[in-house]
């Protein structure tokens, strides 16, 4: 209901009985010992507030206030932050990813004593690696701004570490370090212990796990000959068996 449908309602002079039944059908609560100045008192506080609330809402919906989405800015995501990091992922058991940034004072070191860069990726498996004692490595010459690199790697379920750096004197010197990372397997990895439950006693053991194949023999009825006869032997043996010969 809004301000003037109230306002001419209560100008007609209704009944407490009337006003009663207004005031329920706009879902306003009252009590029983309210008299009838009370109700119309309640009623007209109900109509100033519908009152500020509609113009409260016309003043939002009007046009010059209506919040428009902003023109979209035309940001260029910067190729470099100058920040000296190197990381390597794993892609799947056979592939690592390495990504990297350098700083401008490194990359100008780096130009002063090799006109080469090269990233390395070294196969470091169980070893304490100190820079020269990979089981293998894989090296691509790159530009300083290049970024990133996919590498091919040889084994799954191994540890490998990249490198950016140069060779000087026929050694190779690391600038910058990634960690180490670990491929995934390329199989699914069986656990040499077994956890097996007793649901009455609630209690758990654990038994060593056997992994000998077991083989399942399985009697089959035959009308052909015993061992693994060619095409035109079997031929022949279903031949005889369905003339009855």
């Not at 809004?2 to 009337?18: C, G, R, V």
């Not at 010459?141 to 004197?169: H, K, L, M, R, T």
Request: hydrophobic share 30%; glycine share 4%.
């Amino acid at each position: 209901m809004s301000n003037e449908e109230i306002q001419t309602f209560l100008s007609k002079d209704p009944t407490i009985q009337d006003l009663r039944r207004y005031a329920k059908m706009m879902g306003i609560n009252l009590k029983r010992t309210m008299k009838k100045k009370d109700i119309t008192r309640v009623l007209k506080k109900f109509a100033q507030k519908s009152r500020q609330t509609s113009s409260t809402t016309t003043a939002k919906s009007s046009p010059s206030e209506i919040l428009r989405p902003s023109k979209p800015v035309d940001a260029q995501i910067p190729s470099s932050y100058s920040r000296d990091f190197v990381v390597i992922h794993p892609v799947n058991p056979y592939w690592v990813y390495v990504m990297w940034d350098m700083s401008s004072w490194t990359a100008r070191c780096v130009s002063d004593h090799s006109s080469k860069l090269l990233v390395r990726v070294s196969d470091i498996t169980n070893i304490i690696y100190d820079g020269k004692n990979a089981h293998r490595f894989k090296e691509a010459n790159i530009s300083p701004d290049a970024g990133n690199w996919y590498f091919q790697v040889d084994f799954p379920d191994a540890d490998y570490i990249a490198e950016i750096g140069y060779y000087i004197g026929g050694n190779f010197n690391s600038v910058l370090k990634s960690k180490i990372t670990r491929t995934p397997r390329n199989s699914p990895k069986f656990s040499d212990y077994e956890i097996w439950v007793d649901l009455k006693k609630g209690s758990r053991k654990e038994y060593k796990a056997s992994h000998e194949e077991l083989v399942f023999e399985r009697a089959t009825k035959s009308s052909g000959p015993t061992d693994n006869p060619s095409s035109e032997e079997f031929i022949k043996t279903i031949s005889k068996s369905k003339s009855g010969r």
